[in-house]
């Protein structure tokens, strides 16, 4: 099996009310950056895509340079112990040298497993003004540039209203520095971590659920600019690898699912 599955799932998103519920968030606790036994496959994905892609995964909007240039300095300044400084760049925890320098947003997606969406406050709404997405769970990156938030979620179900209401109170009011999250997971067929879909294109659900996909979603506002970095964390694991627990209580799966 690809090692860019994970063993196991730490959490259970579906049985957590704190994880689980829209936009309901709990404070992190820890490094708001995760580096798990998925990262160097992961990161080799990502270093491809970037690559094969470029223009797919990445978009920065005119005047939202600046604001990558802060979540650069903060994301160096959040690195877990196991990222190492040397001369001119860092040293992931794979061994695998990244050198400093631009572009900017290029250099984070090489050295983090997160996806890292930039939102800035326009107007009513937050819009998203810079991304970097390698791994989409069924949408793209080109229909969401400079939308914002009810534009972004027009695709969810029952978002508009009180939830839209309630997410944008929570870009406004999260404290700079002060990273919070929650966790949300689809069934899927297919283990591959690049699934772009377009907003019009109907989700396959015919096939039968062989992995569990988790999407770790962290919020943290920048001390600078006070734009909010939504950074997500992508988990594909087998179903016969969560707990008996976890897949007794699973909403999305049936007792005959079997892995590839």
Known sequence: MS??????????PWADPGLARLP???PVEGSWIVVDDAYAAQMS?????LR?????????????????AELSDVVDAALPDMFRRVAGGVQRPDGVRVDDGPPALGRLGR??????LLLARDGAEHVLVAGLLCFPASWTLAEKMGRPLTRIHRPVPDYAGDLAGRVQRLFDRVPPGRPMWRANALGYADRAL????AETAPRDISAPVRYVRSE??????????????????TY????TALTRDQRASCPFLEESVTDQ
Do not use: W
Request: overall charge positive.
């Open 3 to 12: 090692a860019v599955t994970q063993a196991h799932l730490p959490f259970t």
């Open 24 to 26: 309901g968030m709990v």
């Open 45 to 49: 994905e990502r270093v491809r895509l």
């Open 52 to 68: 094969s892609r470029p223009g797919d995964v990445m978009a920065v909007l005119p005047g939202a340079e600046p604001l990558v």
């Open 111 to 116: 050295l983090l497993q997160e996806d890292l």
């Open 194 to 197: 690049y699934q772009p879909r």
């Open 216 to 233: 770790r979603q962290t919020v943290l506002k920048l001390p600078r600019t006070g734009a909010v970095l939504f950074a997500v964390h």
């Open 236 to 239: 594909v694991v087998p179903v």
